[in-house]
């Protein structure tokens, strides 16, 4: 949206428009010739329309060049992290990380746990992209939280992973002065 001079007053305005307009589009180049336009409403803010931004706002998960940044594309991240999880041999049954669940609130993006999956299995061999699934999050922008809260209430979680507000502030200003 910079390319075309358009900023935002605040990350609420983006985090909206982002919600409500965006996508990742099943097939990007297919998707640059279609009528994207669309417009919303964000309260106190005015209405915005957006047309390719909709869906080139996904797609940096997949080209991070497309925003000048030079790092892997998630489904590369992704397919890498199965295959050193297959070497490793960690449990005899290595299903274990064929189902990815996604959290955060750009995971809540339409579309981007069905193209995620289509890509990662694309780049993985037949006999380890069998069986991979990518889900959506479950409690949307909440999921990451919901599953901290999951695991935290298991009797096996260690408590000193923990650590209290007090204790996080500390480290924090801590590694900001290293």
Known sequence: MQQKNIYFGSLYTVR????NLCYVAPDYE????????????????????LDQERF????ILFQPHIAGVRAM?????????????????????DAWYRTVILAGG??????????????????????????????PPPHGVDSAWYGAKLISN?????SSWCVTKKQFRQRSRHNLIW
């Not at 909206?16 to 919600?19: A, F, H, V, Y």
């Not at 080139?56 to 797609?59: F, I, L, P, S, Y």
């Not at 995971?107 to 069998?130: N, Q, W, Y």
């Open 56 to 59: 080139r706002t996904g797609e």
């Open 106 to 135: 750009t995971a809540c993006l339409h579309g981007l746990a069905e193209r995620l999956e289509k890509e990662v299995c694309g780049l993985l061999p037949p006999s380890m992209s069998f069986g991979v699934r990518v889900l």
């Open 154 to 158: 298991l009797s096996t979680f260690p």
């Open 16 to 19: 909206t428009l982002k919600e």
């Open 30 to 49: 297919a998707e640059q010739s279609k009528d994207t336009l669309a417009s919303f409403q964000v309260p106190s803010e005015g209405v915005f329309t």
């Open 73 to 93: 594309g998630l489904h590369h991240a992704l397919a890498l992290c199965m295959v050193h999880c297959q070497e490793a041999e960690l449990v005899a049954d």
